[in-house]
């Protein structure tokens, strides 16, 4: 690392890191630029992870700098409480054009964990509105991420996430998918499991479903390393959600925006949810935002009453804000220029082959795909659970890719401008770096 930096490390306490296993032996990016990342000491770095699934058209993309410039010289801030102004109107009406049909209504938030909360929040507001405010109770599923709220790490199904803090909301959870037995090494939706699904009819029937407000997912859970749900699994919650009055909600904050080869995984899997969370993807990563998307009728419920009243008593200092809503449109203008809402559709069935043809090494548990995201799961060093998983990040920087780790799982989501060539230099790297862990 260049000596430039190396009085600067103490002071800042990184999130989700061994701080000081990092500040050991930093790893520290200095630049960007398309599918590369530049380190300190000059060397480019291959993103095979979209920074962290969220720079899904590239790195430094002129068109979102410049919007973002433009508006920060001439709106730099703008309230969001009783005044706005015209970018989050006009940001909202261009992205549902693009939504699954009828998630019409846009709540901004900044970041995933945000829009997490403010989607149970709205839950609970409708419910209430429609006279069932007995309805304050979630189901999410084991092994989900949905960020680190204390809604999200109460619905959330990752156990190192809430160990520290407890659980703040009621909720219980449906058992993961992840199937070795029947599912292991499965190319894209898993065939086996879609009956994992009646799992929610019996948490159902142990807390009365008049007591559930709505069942939160992840179309594919991503932190948890790349876990597809199997075909028919998220049909199957959606027909018990309304033969019991729940409402759906879709985490989108990692595959929305085109990382399955549709805009959203609503539409991938043809499922419309009754709220869905998005962000990362949302400004390509140049500023942060997040976003509920909600009914139309989920809306109007909560907005009913008197005109001058306050309908929904949340939201945030920095909604909407202009910056995030110049780069937004910009960063949505691409996908659209590009076709990248459908690359990964293109190029999946060659990342699918690549990804898979690990599957001969020792160490490789199960690998796991879908669209351009994929989980290489590894068997753990004994008891020394992660360490593996570690190894692997550190020799693919030192090689020069950038990979995303989850305990001992390797997460692949490269920027949808991957070109095979690009894929092939990934593989090649994990496959030596793997061959080299003992």
Known sequence: MSGEYESSLSHYWMPFTANRQFKAAPRLLVSAQGMYYKDAAGNDILDATSGLW?????HCRKEIAQAIAQEAARLDYAPSFQISHPGPFEFASELVKHTPHGLDRVFFTNSGSEAVDTA??????YHRARGEGH???????????????????????????????GAWIPADHLPTTLNYEHNAFSRGEPGWG???????ESILALHDPSTI????????????????????YLRRLREICDRHGLLLIFDEVITGFGRLGAPFAGQFFNVTPDLMTCAKAITNAAVPMGAVFAKTSIYETITSGPDHQIEFFHGYTFSGHPLACAA???ALEIYLREGLFHRAAEIGEYFED?????????IVRDIRNLGLMAGIELHPRGDEVGRRGYDALVGCFERGVLIRVTGDT??????????????????DIVRQVLRDIK
């Open 54 to 58: 969220c720079v899904n058209a590239g």
């Open 120 to 125: 149970l929040k709205i839950a609970l507001a």
């Open 135 to 165: 309805r304050t109770r979630f189901i999410g599923e084991e092994k989900a991420y949905h960020g680190v709220g204390f809604g999200g790490i109460s619905v959330g199904g990752i156990g190192k996430n809430r160990s520290q803090f």
């Open 194 to 200: 879609a009956h994992l699904a009646d799992n929610l």
């Open 213 to 232: 407000a709505g069942v939160i997912v992840e179309p594919v859970n991503g932190s948890a390393g790349v876990i597809v749900h199997p075909k028919g």
């Open 328 to 330: 937004g449109r910009a």
């Open 354 to 362: 690549a990804v898979h043809s690990l599957r001969d090494i020792s």
């Open 410 to 427: 390797i997460a692949l989501s490269p920027p949808l401008i991957v070109e095979k060539h690009h894929i092939d230099k990934i593989v």
